[in-house]
């Protein structure tokens, strides 16, 4: 469990959030914690949480990987852009959302976000990713072949496109609180 508390005052906090017309929507890799993150940021900003792959299975009534075997990665990304695009509706509440690795990386869902939403870019090094994504066997990407090789090709192939995210936040070993931190520096800075 995170020791650190946040270095933004009540008031502080409350000052971003009052000044955030959208919700966040983190985007970056499998395993660089954006739903840890998340869950924490939103806890801060009084926010609630929703992690956009969990969205997908209850909508799907399937977990991720069932998705990625029965129908394949097309289908999933539509599936993903359309429950997306739902929780970004024009009414949509102030939230903190997680997305999926892959999700910043469709043109369509990329704007999407873009347009609706404030989005932050998690991004952490090749062995970060490893340690991380190893702590679970549920990544359908990683299973058919050498995960630091995949990791660091789509690390590299989907750069371009998390770039395209106004506010870029490394998220480094470590307790997440510190990358919670940054993420919210770099809100005050956009702001």
């Not at 008031?11 to 017309?21: C, L, M, P, S, V």
């Not at 993150?37 to 956009?52: C, E, M, Q, S």
Request: hydrophobic residues 40%; negative net charge; charged residues 30%.
């Amino acid at each position: 469990m995170d020791v650190q508390q946040p270095r933004f005052s009540e008031q502080e906090i409350a000052r971003i959030t009052a000044r955030i017309d959208r919700p966040v929507v983190l985007v970056g890799m499998m395993g660089v914690g954006k739903s840890s993150v998340g869950k924490r940021l939103a806890t801060i900003l009084h926010w609630p949480f929703v992690d956009a792959d969990d969205e997908i299975e209850r909508s799907a009534r399937m977990t991720i990987p069932e998705i990625f075997e029965s129908y394949g990665e097309s289908y999933f990304r539509d599936g993903e852009r359309r429950v997306i695009s739902r929780l970004l509706a024009e009414d949509a509440t102030p939230t903190v959302i997680a997305t999926g690795g892959g999700a910043f990386c469709n043109p369509a869902t990329r704007e999407l976000i873009l347009e609706r939403s404030l989005a932050v870019w998690l991004d952490s090094d090749v062995d970060t990713l490893v340690e991380r994504t190893a702590r679970k066997d549920n990544r359908p990407l990683l299973r058919d072949g050498d995960p630091r090789e995949i990791l660091g090709r789509l690390r590299e192939e989907r750069a371009p496109a998390y770039s395209q995210a106004p506010i870029h936040v490394i998220s480094a070993n470590g307790p997440h609180t510190q990358t919670v931190n940054r993420v919210l520096e770099g809100i005050a800075q956009w702001l």
